[in-house]
Nanobody, 126 residues
Framework: QVQLVASGGGLVQAGGSVRLACAAS????????VGWFRQASGKEREFVAA????????FYADSVKGRFTISRDNAKNTMHLQMNSLTPEDTAVYHC???????????????????WGQGTQVTVSS
């Protein structure tokens, strides 16, 4: 089973960009589907983006489509979330997640994931 460590959050002005990273331990990262979720203060955790185990299939929440890009490098056991054109509504704690998946599906439900990183804060100022 892999473990995840997220990094890359911080304070950014509206319209700016942030690139989040999530490092996975273990040698079997390429059989895990992955996702990014976020949780704003006082709100429930929401889906942001997902990728299949190979990274060849990706899916995004409507709120971030066209602005965020999920990617992964299985050779380096890493995944990223490139976030562009940020708005204050993107302010949240961002979590990376993984789910064992010996297929090419992506998953959008938080309850479908059983491995979570610790979260990294992204704050977008207006």
């Amino acid at each position: 089973q892999v473990q995840l460590v997220a990094s890359g959050g911080g304070l950014v002005q509206a319209g700016g960009s942030v690139r989040l990273a999530c490092a996975a331990s273990g040698r079997t990262f390429n059989i895990y589907a992955v996702g990014w979720f976020r949780q704003a203060s006082g709100k429930e955790r929401e889906f942001v983006a997902a990728a299949s185990s190979s990274g060849g299939i990706t899916f995004y929440a409507d709120s971030v489509k066209g602005r965020f890009t999920i990617s992964r490098d299985n050779a380096k056991n890493t995944m990223h979330l490139q976030m562009n054109s940020l708005t204050p509504e993107d302010t949240a704690v961002y979590h990376c997640a993984a789910k064992l998946a010996r297929n090419q599906r992506y998953y959008t439900g938080a309850l479908e994931y059983d491995i979570w990183g610790q979260g990294t804060q992204v704050t977008v100022s207006s």
